[in-house]
């Protein structure tokens, strides 16, 4: 089991270092251990977050690439592991604890329903809670990264999700640009850090990873391939970007483990289970929160400890609080409404899912969400250049 590192090792500690050295002021978290602010404080600085890159992944099966020769060490992500709430971490330098983001599917009592946030759509489809009349700020109330830092800011995401009500919501001040291959983001990336004078910021996603190994598992010939672009790419990037005064700090939300359908728990055939719940099951397949009926927790407790003890442990999920999962400092006041009664954390390469009304049913190979070092450690890759001015790829 890895915690997340939050006093000094973990992607909210980058961000506090990127923070600072943009000079966007402290936080309650301390700069990364070993990245001092003061080594990011000239030139442009690039910060590019590829969704599903776990540590193990690049240590193993990237030993001899581009990426692999720029790695300074690694990092914990946040708890839970996972996108919706590691990115967020990325775009605002805050933990769950303060943005209480808990996972993919998160519980909302002020709509009274549970949501998939990156989406921003109920949990059973349809349409977004924006088209239902509920602005993203009403949910997402805290600030932005790129509205601390008095710099010129840039977010590059996929043209499919560039303006998306979460990305409006998250990006404040900061230009959206979209792009659709590979090399369209580092190109992108490239024409923003060599265009026109002052420093400049740059936030960029690339999501291929993290689909492909949801699909076909991490070890797939797919993830592979996509790596391999990637690295690719990324070597052809640095070349282009030479000379332009620019450092590129890469990392991830996440990493991923495989399983399997024997692996995967379906509420459905545990009906014992499903009856002691008063909602479906949130967060992620592998850290689930449990919303109890009162009068069920015993049976609840019994059932866990009894039949899944071998699959998942049970925590009291205001202990998650307490002992730091989710962050530092003063939490969030929703947090504990939106983590449940209980949490399952799930052991080895087991998932728990559940089905709801409405809901497209889909399994998935490669997951995330957990506790295990390839879900929780990612990697930290800085890529100094020089000054002068690049040349465009």
Not at 187 to 216: C, F, M, N, Q, S
Not at 295 to 320: C, I, M, N
Not at 361 to 385: C, N
Request: charged share 15%; proline share 6%; aromatic share 8%.
């Amino acid at each position: 089991m890895t915690r997340p590192d939050y006093h000094g090792g973990s992607i909210v500690n980058l961000m506090s270092s990127i923070k600072a050295a943009l000079g966007g002021g402290t936080s309650v978290y301390p700069p990364l251990r070993g990245l001092d602010p003061a080594i990011l404080a000239a030139g442009n600085l690039v910060l590019l977050v590829v969704d599903g890159l776990g540590y193990r992944y690049l240590a193993e099966a990237g030993a001899d690439s581009a990426l692999r020769r720029h790695l300074r060490g690694s990092m914990t992500s946040v708890f839970p592991s996972t996108t919706a709430s590691a990115i967020t971490t990325f775009m605002t330098g805050l933990a769950p604890q303060q943005h209480a983001l808990t996972g993919w599917h998160t519980y909302f009592k002020e709509l009274g329903s549970i949501a998939a946030v990156l989406p921003f759509r109920p949990r059973h489809g349809g349409p977004s809670l924006r088209e239902a009349g509920i602005a993203p700020a009403e949910l997402f109330d805290y600030p932005s990264v790129f509205d601390a830092v008095p710099v010129p800011c840039y977010a590059v995401s996929p043209a499919r999700i560039v303006h998306s009500d979460f990305n409006i919501a998250h990006c404040g001040t900061a230009r959206r640009v979209g792009y659709g291959s590979l090399q369209q983001m580092f190109h992108a990336i490239a024409g923003i850090v060599g265009g026109g004078t002052g420093r400049k910021y740059v936030y960029a996603y690339y999501p291929e990873i993290d689909g492909l190994a949801h699909e076909h598992g991490v070890a797939s010939s797919e993830v592979g391939a996509n790596f391999t672009a990637l690295d690719e790419a990324f070597a052809r990037f640095l070349d282009a970007i030479r000379g332009s005064g620019s450092t590129v700090i890469v990392t991830a939300d996440h990493g991923l483990i495989d399983t399997d359908p024997g692996q995967l728990i379906e509420l459905a055939r545990h009906p014992q289970l499903a009856e002691a719940l008063l909602l479906p099951l949130c967060g992620e397949q592998r850290a689930a929160y449990c919303y109890i009926h009162p009068d069920k927790r015993e049976q609840f407790e019994h059932y866990v400890q009894s039949v899944l003890g071998d699959f998942a442990t049970l925590w009291d999920s205001p202990e998650l609080i307490d002992q730091g999962w989710f962050g530092l400092g003063e939490p969030h006041p929703r947090l504990k409404e939106r983590v449940g009664h209980y949490a399952l954390l799930m052991k080895g390469n087991y998932a728990i899912k559940d089905w709801i009304l409405g809901e497209r049913r889909h399994v998935q190979i490669g997951v995330h969400g957990g506790t295990s070092e390839q879900e929780m450690t990612v990697p930290l890759i800085v890529a100094q250049g020089a000054t002068g001015r690049p040349n465009m790829p």
